[in-house]
């Protein structure tokens, strides 16, 4: 990514993470935190990384990605009113499992220190 992705991606990034929690009303999107944002360099399309501490269990993990599913044309929408750029990218909301991995890491550290 172009310096100019990554500046634009990272304005997206915060806009959501904003939208998200002060216009979005979804109780399937409660404890979100968008953890990236991969913009292609035609700025068409946009892949959002998202975490929850919630999203422990493959079916909670769903509800919340279906939440962010039918909450993607608005935020688009909105996003088009509040960034200055020519072209907003259509929105695709992935999962991002490096948060749990990192304290799933965390926990067994302890563990072998505690052993130790």
């Known amino acids: 990514m172009t310096r100019r992705t990554d500046r634009v991606g990272e304005q997206i990034r915060g806009e959501l993470a904003t939208l998200l929690r002060d216009e979005v009303g979804d109780p399937r999107i409660q404890l979100v935190t968008l953890t990236q944002v991969d913009l292609s360099p035609d700025f068409r399309n946009a892949k959002i990384y ?42 695709e909301f992935r999962h991002d499992p490096s948060l749990a991995l990192a304290t799933r890491t965390l926990e067994l550290i302890r563990k072998v220190d505690e052993d130790g």
Do not use: H, Y
Not at 53 to 80: H, M, Y
């Open 50 to 91: 998202w975490s929850s501490p919630e999203a422990d269990s493959q079916e909670v993990r769903a509800k919340i990605s279906n939440g962010l599913d039918s909450a993607a044309g608005f935020l688009r929408t909105r996003l088009a009113s509040l960034l200055v750029i020519r072209r907003v990218p259509q929105l």
